[in-house]
């Protein structure tokens, strides 16, 4: 039996991970000068929720030194991004809250990110609007 009525606290556990400036493992610089926001993430969770992420991960590899991995996304948007990542960890977009050009920029990311499962789920949108 799958009881779908417990998703809601697992996607909210996971975006308090997310907000909490205490438990990440890597920095994600994003946009490009003057326009750039740096995010902190996790590298588990980017690993299984986005191919993209998953390849440039491999090539950066922890390290047991205690550093925190850097990894630059100049072609995307922080504001996007930030839009991108709340998917990434809670499962959760409300498209009502963003207009058509903005809905086009998040399907742009979420291809450029290789996130299978958001790209149908926009184009839909965008198709019925």
């Known amino acids: 039996m ?12 996971l975006l308090e991970i997310l907000d909490d400036d205490e438990y990440y493992d890597i920095t994600i610089e994003v946009g490009n000068d003057p326009y750039v926001k740096i ?7 980017l690993n299984y929720r986005s191919p993209y992420l998953r390849r440039i991960l491999s090539t950066n590899k922890k390290k047991n ?7 630059k996304l100049p072609n995307i948007l922080p504001e996007i ?24 920029k998040i399907l742009v990311t979420a291809n450029e990110l290789n996130l299978q499962e958001l790209i149908p789920y926009l184009e ?3 198709i019925e609007n």
């Open 2 to 13: 799958v009881d779908n009525k417990l998703l809601p606290k697992l996607s909210q556990n």
């Open 39 to 45: 995010f902190r993430a996790h590298i588990v969770i």
């Open 65 to 71: 030194d205690g550093t925190l991995i850097n990894i």
């Open 81 to 104: 991004f930030q839009i991108v990542l709340r998917y990434i960890y809670g499962g959760r977009l409300s498209l009502d809250d963003y207009d058509i050009k903005d809905i086009i």
């Open 124 to 126: 839909s949108f965008l």
